[in-house]
């Protein structure tokens, strides 16, 4: 290990200890939503072609964007911002396309945007994907009576003069929108604001985001605006403005959950790295990063406990990923970059932390789903070509987590960890849930070592095991990634190297590389 020396302890094998009859809390399915902004070529050129391009696609959704999401059961998307929400005013992407007017997305490449991909196109790709909505409104530039007019004209089912102007448009039936953004990043790009500021802001946009149309209705849960990293202050200042916490009944108000944002570079924010060209140093740097998202999940959460002891108010992490400096030609406002075998370990790591704390994680959205950062889809500019990336596969290995109840896992290791930027760096990563009712459970392993391969007793405790079926993920490196080339250069495969063992299974996983295990029970 390039970083710094491993001690042993012990000379046998490492070991992942599983309680398969002690299940914890459900982890939503929503830990693995995404997030698709108005940044680059995500919208235009990654979702929306148009109806006349030579691109398969329905009303100007490409068909194969959607055949790949829909395998990966993505449970809800967060559109139109990130930075670009606080711009946005919804009114200008409704109607005919043609009257639609003209705006300049300052945040992202200073580019015109057309506004022809608004709310409707955006409901539209909501259900062909068969997902939920995530739509974040406008604080930073807009008004309480603009975000307050844009849930009637989605959700309510009545003659309002909203509801009337959607059926204008040509929607009959109101769509169900259940979380609703309360601005984004009021720190920075969303206003620049004190957290006492937006706490306020906070509170009077949520009470005018109104659960429309009586009992069903849309139900709404309302995301303040959180943190950035470790600033604790944030959380404290929103809990401190949420109400009704004090006992275990009745919903908390008048927002539901609140944010907090991360991201995952080698470098500083003015030179964050390469996406395909780093050293070893850089990707244990990186992978350490990575699992300090789980501290600060943690951290926040604590803050959280303080105010809210029966754990009313959800946490959603809805920016997470890889930010590289973006792939050489291309636009630097477009966040375009590549994916490989390191980011794929990135989002392992964050998902065995997300398990860990499904009791107050409710939600988390990856920046981004398509060809920007660290996305699940690459399309080709040129080709049209579609990628799926690394990435990708993590998610599909991992989607039968999605509310399966977590299960206590215990990584055991023969040696000490090296310590990396500041924090120590196990090399092994897991987490497992399972479906009682069904008799199955499932397993997620990483080997972050970048060489060497890494055998794993796999201690199995509480249900006898019938049967196993295991996959894993890597590449011919560290950096290997898929073009339109070589689709699969990194793509999952079966795992044979699994033998019975006195405790359970004994697993043998490649140099940097990611596998899951499924298990049928008794």
């Given amino acids: 290990m390039a970083t710094g020396s491993t001690r042993r302890t012990d000379d046998g094998p490492a070991r992942v200890v599983v309680d398969l009859d002690l299940p914890g809390p459900t982890i939503s399915r929503h830990l693995y939503g995404h997030f698709a902004e108005h940044l680059g070529r995500c919208i235009y050129g990654g979702f929306f072609v148009g109806e006349d391009s030579e691109i398969p696609n329905v009303r100007g959704i490409r068909s194969d964007v959607v055949e790949a999401l829909r395998a990966l059961q993505i449970p809800n998307l967060r559109w139109p911002g990130g930075c670009f929400a606080d711009d946005y005013h919804w009114k200008d992407g409704i109607g005919p396309r043609q009257d639609r007017p003209r705006m300049i997305n300052s945040h992202w490449g200073d580019v015109i945007e057309d506004n022809s991909f608004g709310t409707h196109e955006f409901m539209d790709l909501v259900e062909?994907?068969?997902?939920e909505a995530y739509v974040n409104g406008n604080v930073g530039s807009g008004t309480v009576a603009e975000m307050s007019e844009w849930i009637e004209y989605l959700t309510r089912a009545d003659d309002s003069p909203m509801a009337s102007l959607r059926r204008e448009n040509g929607r009959e039936e109101p769509w169900a929108v259940p979380f609703v953004g309360i601005g984004n990043e009021p720190w920075g790009c969303g206003g620049t604001m004190r957290a006492e500021d937006y706490a306020a802001l906070a509170r009077q946009y949520s009470?005018?985001?109104?659960?429309?149309?009586?009992?069903?209705?849309?139900?709404?849960?309302?995301?303040?605006?959180?943190?950035?990293?470790?600033?604790?202050?944030?959380?404290?200042?929103?809990?401190?403005?949420?109400?009704?916490?004090?006992?275990?009944?009745?919903?908390?108000?008048?927002?539901?959950?609140?944010?907090?944002?991360?991201?995952?570079?080698?470098?500083?924010?003015?030179?964050?790295?390469?996406?395909?060209?780093?050293?070893?140093?850089?990707?244990?740097?990186?992978?350490?990063?990575?699992?300090?998202?789980e501290e600060l999940v943690a951290r926040h959460a604590t803050v959280m406990d303080h105010y809210d002891p029966h754990r009313k108010v959800g946490l959603v992490f809805d920016e997470w990923g890889t930010w590289w400096n973006v792939e050489p030609g291309t636009n630097p406002g477009f966040l375009y970059q590549q994916n490989t075998v390191r980011d794929a370990l990135v989002a392992s790591i964050h998902f065995d932390g997300f398990h860990r704390h499904a009791d107050r994680l409710i939600m988390a959205n990856i920046a981004q789903t398509v060809n920007v950062l660290q996305a699940m889809i690459l399309t080709d500019p040129d080709s049209g070509a579609l990628v799926l990336t690394p990435t990708y596969h993590v998610f599909a290995m991992n989607a039968g987590h999605q509310d399966a109840a977590a299960l206590a896992t215990h990584v055991t290791l023969p040696e000490e960890p090296a310590e990396v930027d500041g924090r120590a760096l196990p090399l092994v990563s897991a987490s497992a849930s399972v479906r009682s009712e069904e008799g199955t459970a499932l397993i997620s392993l990483s080997n972050l070592d970048a060489d060497a391969p890494r055998t794993l007793v796999l201690d199995l405790r509480g249900r006898a095991v019938t049967g196993h079926r295991a996959a894993v993920l890597t590449g011919a490196s560290t950096a290997a990634h898929n073009t339109p080339e070589d689709p699969r250069a990194v793509a999952p495969a079966p795992l044979e190297d699994v033998r019975s063992h006195e405790r359970g299974l004994e697993i043998t996983l490649p140099p940097h590389s990611f596998a899951t295990v499924e298990l049928q029970l008794v």
């Fill in 207 to 293: 009470t005018y985001v109104r659960d429309q149309g009586g009992d069903p209705g849309n139900r709404v849960t309302r995301i303040a605006a959180g943190a950035s990293d470790d600033d604790y202050a944030w959380t404290e200042s929103l809990m401190r403005a949420a109400t009704n916490l004090d006992s275990s009944d009745g919903r908390p108000g008048p927002y539901q959950a609140i944010s907090m944002h991360y991201y995952t570079m080698s470098g500083p924010w003015a030179d964050k790295g390469s996406a395909t060209e780093f050293t070893d140093r850089e990707w244990y740097l990186t992978l350490s990063r990575a699992a300090r998202a």
């Fill in 128 to 131: 062909l994907l068969g997902t």
